[in-house]
């Protein structure tokens, strides 16, 4: 036997074996154990990088050590192949996604198979298939029977250039990830899954997850967000109304002295109406909209605020509270507003020195008395309240439930619990997609299309100008159909899932 291996020879010589003998071919088999392993599929962007290499061959060593040990092991390949990526090439190569797609998938699919790796390759599937979306669009109709699918006006990320709506990761810097174009903020009806509905199972299954690493599992459960507080109401001070503010620091109340709102919240343009700094304001909020929502609450960002010309009172002290807008707030994550204690909180430390508002000490470190006029910044340790009315001399964490049942007789607040996650918007404004399985009726509303028509398939004959929003608004096939309920004519949901949902629905 010769001693030098000769790579090209030998390997496509048993590569050819397999595949001309079904080596990896599953079929029924009663007397053995089975074991599905499923990788995520690849994009089909046109060539396999080190990326793909490293991943599916980790995936191929646990596949042939579990068939060494007996299992029937499933093991199949296939295309996560929607996505605007496609769509946008086609624009710019005057063809058909598809034809882009599948010349891509040919490619990657030659070096798969050139690697060795051992796929059932008779089980191959591609997500841009009507007879693989047709399950895609199954799931979306059962979600919608449970509740868990649901349409509402919503403000969304802009690209103005691809012509969609973008997830906040899919926005960089203010802009496009795919097109680097100015991101707008645009009020569109959008479908939304429910994923808050199992934020509990979400964060127990975190628990589950043995061997993970810890990193991996903080930011999970970062992600989710699970926070326990109260909701504190803080009355205008010069007419009617409140303001709702969540926090989990309500051992601090007595400190805070100013209210942050979100620069993008319909509260600000509220406050300001009708006074001199309404354009003021309006023109504050469009810049900050342009700012990434990561970095707008990165300790180290620039942080900028616009005083309302407005106040609202302490519930406990019944000091005045300015009111500012700013940008290290978020609109979407607790209530939008935020009550400021700038000795016990480095942001608020930093926006009060830059502004020069007040800052009262409320929670001493003990042996040490603490000058908020000499302080260079927040003390956040744990400590004795002072400066706190009935509860000086607690410890601050012990006061956190005393404090709360304190605002709850007065009627100004209440025990919650919030979460940082939203649930998914999945709805896109493009064509390269799985179409929406539901109708928009003038008499009926919005029905969903019977499960015996399914798959909606997407017609091949689009506009790829790349202008004029959703192809699919724009085709006559979608804008003329008949209402399921009622028969009368009718436009077809002219909207396309998000292409990550196709990827999601492997497991399934």
């Known amino acids: 036997m010769s001693r030098k291996y000769m790579p090209l020879e030998i390997e496509e010589k048993w590569q050819r074996y397999w595949e001309e003998t079904g080596t990896f071919k599953v079929t029924e088999d009663p007397a053995k154990k089975k074991y599905y392993l499923l990788e995520m599929f690849p994009y089909p962007s046109g060539k396999i990088h080190i990326g793909h290499v490293r991943n599916y061959t980790i995936g191929d060593v646990v596949a042939r050590y579990k068939r060494m040990e007996g299992y029937n092991v499933l093991h199949p390949m296939g295309w996560d192949s929607f996505g605007m990526p496609a769509e946008n090439a086609a624009i710019e190569r005057g063809i058909h996604p598809s034809i882009w797609t599948n ?25 841009c298939e009507p007879e693989y979306y047709r399950w895609e669009q199954l799931f979306f109709l059962w979600m919608f029977e449970k509740g868990l699918v649901y349409k509402k006006t919503s403000s969304v990320n802009w690209c103005p250039r691809c012509e969609t709506v973008l997830a906040n990761e899919q926005v960089e810097a203010g802009l496009c990830w795919r097109c680097s174009s100015e991101v707008k903020e645009k009020v569109l009806d959008q479908w939304f899954f429910r994923i808050t509905a199992y934020i509990d199972e979400l964060l127990e299954g975190c628990d589950r997850l043995t061997g ?38 309500q051992d601090t109340l007595f400190g805070a002295t100013f209210m942050l709102i979100a620069a993008e919240h319909p509260l600000v343009m509220e406050l300001v109406k009708g006074k001199a700094l309404e354009k003021e304001a309006l023109a504050f909020a469009e810049e900050v909209k342009k700012q990434d929502k990561l970095m707008r609450t990165s300790d180290y960002y620039e942080k900028q605020g616009l005083f309302l010309d407005c106040y609202c009172l302490n519930p406990l002290t019944g000091w005045k509270m300015p009111i500012f807008a700013t ?33 009262v000490v409320v929670i001493s470190p003990p042996g040490k008395t603490l000058d908020p006029e000499t302080m260079t910044e927040a003390y956040v340790e744990e400590g004795i309240l002072i400066n706190s009315g009935p509860f000086d001399g607690m410890e601050n964490l012990k006061a956190l439930d005393a404090i709360a049942d304190y605002l709850i007789s007065l009627g100004k607040g209440k025990r919650t619990v919030q979460y940082r996650l939203r649930d998914w918007g999945i709805s896109r404004q493009r064509y390269w997609g799985a179409p929406i399985p539901m109708v928009n009726c003038p008499k009926c509303g919005t029905v969903p299309v019977p499960e015996s028509d399914l ?22 096939d979608f804008l003329n159909t008949a209402c399921p309920a009622c028969l009368r004519s009718c436009g077809e949901e002219g909207k396309r899932h998000d292409g990550h949902l196709c990827g999601i629905l492997l497991v399934f």
């Not at 040919?106 to 790796?117: D, I, N, S, Y």
């Not at 926070?227 to 205008?236: I, K, Q, T, Y």
């Not at 609109?331 to 000795?343: E, K, L, N, S």
């Not at 091949?460 to 085709?475: I, T």
């Open 103 to 127: 010349e891509n998938i040919a490619h990657m699919r030659m070096q798969l198979k050139r690697m060795g790796f051992s796929y059932d390759w008779d089980r191959e599937v591609s997500t």
């Open 212 to 249: 993970w690493p810890e990193r991996v599992l903080t930011m999970q459960r970062n992600w989710i967000g699970k926070s326990f507080g109260c909701e504190v109401s803080f009355p205008m001070a010069d007419g009617p109304g409140e303001i709702k503010v969540f926090t989990t620091r």
């Open 327 to 359: 940008n290290f707030v978020l609109a979407d994550y607790g209530t939008g507003c935020v009550m400021a204690v700038p000795t016990h909180d480095q942001r608020d430390f930093e926006f009060a020195e830059k502004f020069n508002l007040r800052k």
């Open 455 to 476: 798959p909606i398939v997407l017609p091949r004959d689009v506009d790829f100008s790349g202008e004029g929003g959703s192809p699919l608004a724009r085709h006559p």
